[in-house]
């Protein structure tokens, strides 16, 4: 239970129960008194109380400090107040009526608040129970401060050095008084007394805030050697009280008058090549000071071309002389200053600029950007377009400066330059006169003269490189297979050719530059895709199966040859293929074997669907015929063991254009035989506009061609094939 919460008022506390009993029913009215215990602290109801107390307040002025609370009764209440230590305060203890307990601050001493401005005193209650428990609160008390300290100087009297001729606002001294006491009494005003001179106060003045002393007129040693001032701070409070000193300024003499120059004699303007040791200018020089003050000498501090030169007789008089030799395309104008300096401390110093201006001579030829140029230029160019511009630089001046620009004369295949190119004099614009052809003229090489105007006038020359820049403008032209008439061509192969073999090769040429004249070859039209294929880089046709008899006998193929220029050009042929039946003889050294083509395989199955029940019996008679036949040329022994032959022959009603096809046919027989390793030789046939065309492995040795002929079997009109069968021997080799 807790009593002061059941009776916050009241010193006595009793608490009334009714009690209620069965059996029998009995009513029995309780008073239960309880009694207070030490459980509650006393405390303030401000544990911060702060106080102003002016420092003029004269001992045992009295202050109200508040109370603290106790809820407890009886002895365990509050039962006294106590202070902390403290010279200046202390407490006294009032009782109320009620019994309440009441505190005053007192003042026991008096205050001074630039000793100490603020006091922090601690309050404590204490109660008189068992234990016994207390409570605090902090009192502060601010010492407010009053007009009782004047202000004060560090000095009586200060004394300062200082040079005459000082700048306006230069600091001369800054006056630091004190007051001890805060707020509007420790503010100070500075001013001048009526000791100080009105000249003084009108070389000096005097800032009222902070006290700095600065110079606002002429510091001069002649005309005063030291400065007195009398000064007084003066503080804002209610009664204002104030402070003095004197301040003593010793003025420094010093070197106040400049040396002088005087330019007696100069020249503005020179040539560039001016000869070294040319006199300029005379110069003097003069200071009105004596005494090492009036010691000058002349000087120039910049790195230029020019000399200063003293007269030996006239110590004060200069020579300025050139020194070196002047250029003026590096440098067209000089700004000569010239420094006077006196031996003073400080030492004084004064300048003087003499402008020279150089005139231009013609000492610089032209000179071109490059020493060689390279100007690519498109074949099939318009006459007169401009190639470029060759523009030379002349760092002279005026007519040194103009430039004329020649084509320097050559001659190429009896043209000269002049015919084919053409510059302007003036600014160098390189035009072309002709159409150029990249077929004809790849380049050409020859100089450009630039020559100024001056006198004597100078040139210097230059090498330009004209190359033609091939453009697509050739088509390619096929050189094989040769073409009579129109750009059919018609070609007769056996019909038992091999798969992979050579049918034809298409050679294009192109007369553009390398990278226009790459050509690659494609079908345009083709009787059956399935059965020819095209190398698109060499132009070799060749069969991609064997034929069947359901291949028709004629195959037409339409070869386009294609550049690589943009656009690109082309060229097509027509080749018309023909096939046909062969019959063939083989032969060895040992032993004769009949070798199998097959045309044969084919010739049976045809034979088989045809006439069925005789194909056996046709098969023995053709092989009896051609046994026949061998046996009718007996093939020479020194013919090479393995040796393949053709005998073209193509005739013609042009008789030139018979060697053109025989070589067409022969370059593309050679192209494919040494692809297989052998080594392919022709041989004219007697009396007749043929070649033997023979196929011998490579180390074969070579022998007469013409005795190597074993049978001839004509085909057609236009071929004749002669064979040397060895084992490993098959047509589809050619």
């Known amino acids: 239970m807790d009593r002061e919460y059941l009776c916050p008022k009241t010193t006595s506390c009793f608490l009334k129960l009714d009690v209620i009993i069965e059996s029998p029913l009995r009513i029995f009215n309780i008073e239960l008194g309880i009694t207070d215990i030490n459980d509650n602290a006393p405390h303030f109801r401000r544990d911060r109380v702060e106080l102003d107390v002016s420092e003029s307040a004269t001992p045992g002025e009295r202050f109200s400090l508040p109370n603290a609370v106790d809820p407890d009764v009886g002895i365990n209440t509050i039962k006294t107040y106590k202070l902390s230590v403290s010279d200046h305060f202390t407490i006294e203890i009032q009782t109320g009526s009620d019994g309440t307990q009441y505190v005053d601050l007192v003042l026991a001493k008096s205050l001074d608040r630039e000793e100490t401005a603020v006091h922090n005193l601690i309050l404590t209650a204490v109660d008189g129970g068992v234990p016994v428990r207390s409570g605090t609160a902090n009192i502060i008390v601010h010492v407010q401060d009053t007009n009782d300290n004047p202000p004060r100087f560090d ?225 099939n160019n318009a006459p007169g377009a401009l190639l470029s511009s060759l523009t030379a630089f002349d760092p002279d001046l005026h007519e040194n400066q103009y430039l004329v620009y020649f084509i320097l004369e050559k001659e190429i295949a009896n043209t000269s330059m002049s015919m084919l190119f053409s510059i302007n004099p003036e600014n160098g614009n390189l035009y072309a006169l002709k159409t150029f052809d990249y077929e004809i003229e790849k380049d050409f090489l020859f100089h450009i003269e630039a020559r100024d105007s001056g006198s004597p006038p100078l040139s210097s020359n230059v090498t330009v490189h004209i190359i033609i820049v091939d453009q697509n403008d050739n088509a390619p032209v096929i050189v094989s297979p040769w073409r009579a008439h129109g750009s059919v061509v018609e070609e007769k192969i056996p019909r038992s050719t091999d798969k992979g073999s050579l049918v034809a090769k298409v050679i294009a040429l192109d007369t553009d530059s390398v990278h226009n004249s790459r050509i690659t070859y494609q079908f345009l039209q083709v009787t059956d895709a399935t059965l020819f294929s095209l190398d698109q880089y060499n132009g070799e046709i060749r069969t991609m199966r064997m034929f069947s008899y359901r291949d028709p006998r004629h195959q037409r193929l339409v070869v386009i040859a294609k550049d690589n220029g943009e656009p690109s050009l082309s060229a097509t042929v027509t080749i018309k293929l023909s096939t046909m039946e062969t019959a063939v003889k083989a032969y060895s050294d040992m032993t004769e074997v009949p070798l199998e083509y097959d045309i044969f395989s084919d010739l049976n199955l045809y034979l088989v669907i045809g006439l069925g029940s005789v194909s056996f019996l046709l098969l023995i008679t053709i092989l009896v015929t051609i046994v026949l036949k061998c046996q009718k040329v007996k093939p020479s022994k020194s013919a090479p063991p393995c040796r393949n032959s053709v005998i073209s022959e193509r005739n013609s009603t042009i008789a030139d254009s018979t060697l053109v096809s025989n070589d067409a046919y022969w370059y593309s027989m050679f192209l494919a035989e040494t692809r297989k390793g052998k080594l392919v030789v022709r041989q004219p046939v007697p009396k007749g506009s043929r070649y033997i065309v023979s196929s011998l492995p490579r180390g074969t040795g070579l022998t007469d061609t013409s005795d190597s002929a074993a049978s001839t079997l004509q085909v057609g009109h236009e071929f004749t094939f002669c064979f040397c069968f060895v084992s490993n021997f098959h047509i589809g080799d050619f």
């Open 155 to 379: 000095k009586q009297t200060y004394t300062i050095n200082m040079t005459e001729n000082s700048p306006l606002g230069t600091l001369v001294l800054k006056l630091n008084a004190t007051d001890l006491d805060e707020g509007l009494n420790s503010e100070i005003v500075y001013s001048f007394t009526l000791y100080t001179s009105e000249k003084t106060q009108g070389v000096f003045a005097l800032n009222p805030n902070t006290g700095e002393i600065t110079v606002k007129g002429t510091v001069d040693y002649e005309d005063m050697k030291f400065y007195e001032m009398h000064i007084e701070a003066k503080d804002k409070g209610t009664h204002p009280l104030l402070g003095q000193c004197r301040v003593v300024v010793h003025v420094t003499d010093m070197n106040d008058n400049y040396p002088e120059i005087t330019i007696q004699s100069v020249k503005n303007t020179v040539d560039e090549n001016i000869p070294v040791g040319s006199v300029i200018a005379l110069v003097g020089i003069s200071d009105r000071d004596t005494g090492d003050n009036g010691k000058v000498s002349l000087s120039i501090n910049q790195n230029l071309p020019f000399i200063l030169n003293q007269s030996s007789d006239r110590p004060m008089h200069y020579k300025l002389i050139v020194s070196a030799p002047l250029n003026r395309e590096l440098v067209p104008e000089y700004d000569i200053q010239l420094t006077v300096t006196d031996a003073g401390t400080p030492p004084l110093s004064d300048n003087e600029t003499i402008h020279l201006h150089l005139l231009d001579v013609n000492d610089n030829a032209p000179q071109f950007p490059q020493s060689f140029y390279t100007i690519r230029v498109m074949e």
